[in-house]
């Protein structure tokens, strides 16, 4: 359906009457999201701060901070995936080495809080009985960009303070810059939620932006060395980059940040201001005459086709990028012993290529383990939305209601690693048949974790979305965990942690069937639970 207005009907009102109710709003949304959007910023947070410590053990004198530079001046694949170094400190280090993904967190954090409070909030229909009270009609926009506010600025906060000891100055460059980052993202999600009709379809749109943005950096940094390219420059991580902390800061790059999201945002004020609650201005396609969907898994398939297909590109993708680095990745760590016993511990193996290989592929089934949870997850979000009630009021049991969208969640993690591993094959131009096999090694770690995100469902809706906090600590540690050096204690409560590194090790068949009985027994006991107990209403 597009866009209706009543504007033209409607008495005009002033700014503050429009934006009636907006600190009551705020209050509600950083209420509900107390525990989503701490953790977001704990994990950004973490990975920023324990990276000079980390640093300094693998490059400790000059010299070999100096040779690294020198390396990466030469090195397109590994430049192309962190950006140029512009400072041979640890402070420059830092935000060479985590200023992309640290950027990448930010602005997903952003763009989740602003379709949350906005398109998530008209399409399960809330909106509507909200601004049936004294609320302005922008008010609920501008409660969703000040939360997502509030979450970057305590987020540049940490960073600037956390990294202050390795230069005050830089340290508040690099937070201002994450945190610019994140807005720009936060007011283009604002945009999209105006056009688009579907909370799923603004995250994904939002995402594919996202997406567009880090390839655009890669492709500029991969062609020049500092960060000049016009590529770089359309794209607000090589924003971030050419703001260039600790290495003679440009503090006029942050006026990009600053003009971006305040034209995007009075866009998508001006388009909030023009159509009605739940419309937008993308017109929905209508569905055909007579219904095409005969069982409950085709209406799964349907629901989450886009999403298998995103993740599918966007992992094929990932293994070529992955793999057209591993070369570069032997030659940049060259004869640094901390650098190669980090890889060891995260691929297990003393051939470096094999361990680059293995801690990427590792890295792969971690993210692999976010796209299971979103997808079982599913099943939460068509409980809580009220439209599995009137499917499972008709002749469709629960079991065959929910095997149909776990189908897909597992299935899924299966077919994204498939591709996965054809992506490493082609960008290595190795043999495919070893680099496959530790693709798929990674599947009974992933299913565990869809496993237990069935059975927190099946015990209550309530209690689904700790899947998400489930998720991220196992991210967490497999990510930060072996470049701190973490006991092994720690690094074994990850599933991840007891899998075969490969390529290049032995294949140990006893971890693998194991976690995969443990997925097989959580999903199951999920089920179970959720045909005794009551369905949300």
Request: aromatic share 6%; charged share 15%; with cysteine.
């Amino acid at each position: 359906m597009t866009a209706v207005t009543t504007e033209k009907f409607a008495p005009r009102v002033g700014g503050g009457r429009q934006l009636a109710g907006t600190g009551t709003l705020l209050r509600f949304a950083l209420r509900r999201d107390r525990v989503m959007i701490p953790v977001w910023i704990a994990v950004n947070a973490l990975m920023v701060l324990s990276m000079p410590n980390t640093l300094e053990g693998l490059y400790g004198t000059a010299a070999e901070r100096a040779d690294l530079v020198r390396q990466m001046e030469t090195n397109t694949s590994l430049r192309a995936m962190v950006g140029p170094i512009f400072d041979d400190s640890i402070g420059g280090l830092t935000a060479w080495r985590v200023g992309v993904f640290a950027g990448l967190l930010a602005a997903v954090m952003s763009l989740l809080v602003v379709v949350r409070h906005t398109r998530d909030e008209e399409e399960s229909g809330r909106q509507e009985l909200i601004s049936s009270a004294m609320v302005g009609r922008r008010a609920p926009l501008t409660a969703a960009l000040l939360a997502a506010a509030v979450a970057n600025g305590v987020l540049a906060l940490i960073v600037t303070g956390g990294l202050a000891g390795q230069g005050g100055v830089g340290a508040l460059a690099f937070g201002l810059g994450i945190a610019g980052v994140g807005m720009v993202f936060a007011t283009m999600a604002a945009i999209v939620v105006q056009l688009t009709e579907s909370a799923r379809l603004a995250r994904g749109l939002t995402s594919a932006v996202l997406g567009a943005a880090f390839v655009l950096r890669a492709a500029g940094d991969s062609a020049a060395d500092d960060g000049s390219s016009v590529l770089t420059w359309l794209s607000p991580s090589g924003w971030l980059e050419n703001l260039r902390p600790y290495g003679q800061e440009r503090w006029w790059v942050l006026l990009l940040f600053a003009g971006a999201a305040v034209i995007q945002g009075a866009i998508a004020y001006e388009l909030a201001g023009r159509r009605d609650v739940g419309m937008s201005f993308l017109p929905t396609r209508p569905g055909p005459a007579e219904g095409r969907l005969a069982t409950a898994g085709a209406l799964a398939w349907r629901l989450q086709r886009g999403s298998v297909l995103g993740w599918s590109i966007g992992f094929f993708l990932a293994g070529v990028v992955y793999g057209a680095m591993t070369e570069g990745a032997a030659d940049l760590v060259g004869d640094n012993d901390n650098a190669r016993e980090i890889f060891q511990r995260m691929g297990g193996q003393a051939a470096l290529t094999d361990a680059f290989l293995a801690s990427m592929i590792g890295i792969m089934g971690l993210i692999a383990a976010l796209y299971i949870v979103a997808s079982v997850l599913r099943l939460h979000g068509e409980e809580t939305s009220q439209r599995a009630e009137p499917i499972l009021a008709n002749a469709v049991g629960r079991l065959h209601w929910a095997s149909g969208h776990l189908l897909i969640a597992f299935g899924g993690a299966a077919l994204i690693m498939l591709l996965s591993g054809l992506g490493f094959a082609v960008g290595y131009g190795q043999e495919l048949g070893p680099i496959l096999g530790a693709c798929l090694v990674q599947l009974p770690a992933i299913w565990t974790i869809g496993g237990l995100a069935v059975l927190l469902h099946g015990v209550s809706a309530r209690a689904a979305v700790a899947a998400w906090a489930v998720a991220g600590a196992v991210l967490l540690i497999g990510w930060i965990g072996p470049a701190l050096d973490l006991p092994p204690a720690v690094l074994d409560v990850s599933p991840f942690g007891h899998l075969p590194k490969l390529p290049g090790g032995d294949m140990a068949w006893t971890p693998v069937l194991v976690l995969t009985a443990l997925a097989a027994t959580l999903a199951t006991a999920g089920l179970t639970a959720l045909r005794r107990r009551d369905i949300s209403t």
